[in-house]
T-cell receptor, first 114, second 112 residues
Framework: EAGVVQSPRYKIIEKKQPVAFWCNPI?????LYWYRQNLGQGPELLIR????????DSQLPKDRFSAERLKGVDSTLKIQPAELGDSAVYLC????????????FGPGTRLLVL | KQEVTQIPAALSVPEGENLVLNCSFT??????LQWFRQDPGKGLTSLLL?????REQTSGRLNASLDKSSGRSTLYIAASQPGDSATYLC???????????FGKGITLSVRP
């Protein structure tokens, strides 16, 4: 069974440019998470979806970040415009349901903003 | 606000040694606790999940314990191998949706 798929794996952009990340969760998993991991830190939750509904986006910087999971399957996270401080690894994870079950992580997208 | 601490930040041991990685958290009202492994440039791999009602979980050479009252968890690795070299992260699930709060991780190096 395929794991969580993310693309691209690496992205280098100049500040003020837009960027988008894509995630396809494990088949059948209802809950999808986007995390940001800064160097030397643990991941921090940006947004959590239950099917197509964003049920926790309290940590998402809504002035420049947006996300969608239109059909309750794959998801896209967008940054517009990107800032230098957005350089990080963006991780997607999924779980069968959101009730404290094991989360399965993708390989992440490494973003460098110049 | 839940805070998770993992000390030390890095650890180097010779192959074959049994070792313990520590994790502490500030709010004992947790739903569960997970230990993850992260290899350089990779995502996280779940190792063990302990529900709040459990005291420990075992998988192969790994054993994780949970003491909610003292706000601590330990990950025990038996007979360490060079392939165990990675960063180990502890994550505490708390709140209605079991939101995970991660520690910064412990980078383990097992010398041949």
């Amino acid at each position: 069974e395929a794991g969580v798929v993310q693309s691209p794996r690496y992205k280098i952009i100049e500040k003020k440019q837009p960027v988008a990340f894509w995630c396809n969760p494990i088949s059948g998993h209802n809950t999808l998470y986007w995390y940001r991991q800064n160097l030397g830190q643990g991941p921090e939750l940006l947004i959590r979806y239950e099917n197509e509904e964003a049920v926790d986006d309290s940590q998402l910087p809504k002035d420049r970040f947006s996300a969608e999971r239109l059909k309750g399957v794959d998801s896209t996270l967008k940054i517009q415009p990107a800032e230098l401080g957005d350089s990080a690894v963006y991780l997607c994870a999924s779980s069968l349901y959101g009730g404290g079950e094991t989360q399965y992580f993708g390989p992440g997208t490494r973003l460098l903003v110049l | 606000k839940q805070e998770v601490t993992q000390i030390p930040a890095a650890l180097s041991v010779p192959e074959g040694e049994n070792l313990v990685l520590n994790c502490s958290f500030t709010d004992s009202a947790i739903y569960n606790l997970q230990w993850f492994r992260q290899d350089p440039g990779k995502g996280l791999t779940s190792l063990l999940l302990i529900q709040s009602s459990q005291r420990e979980q075992t998988s192969g050479r790994l054993n994780a314990s949970l003491d909610k009252s003292s706000g601590r968890s330990t990950l025990y690795i038996a007979a360490s191998q060079p392939g165990d070299s990675a960063t180990y992260l502890c994550a505490v699930g708390s709140g209605a949706n079991s939101k995970l709060t991660f520690g910064k991780g412990i980078t383990l190096s097992v010398r041949p």
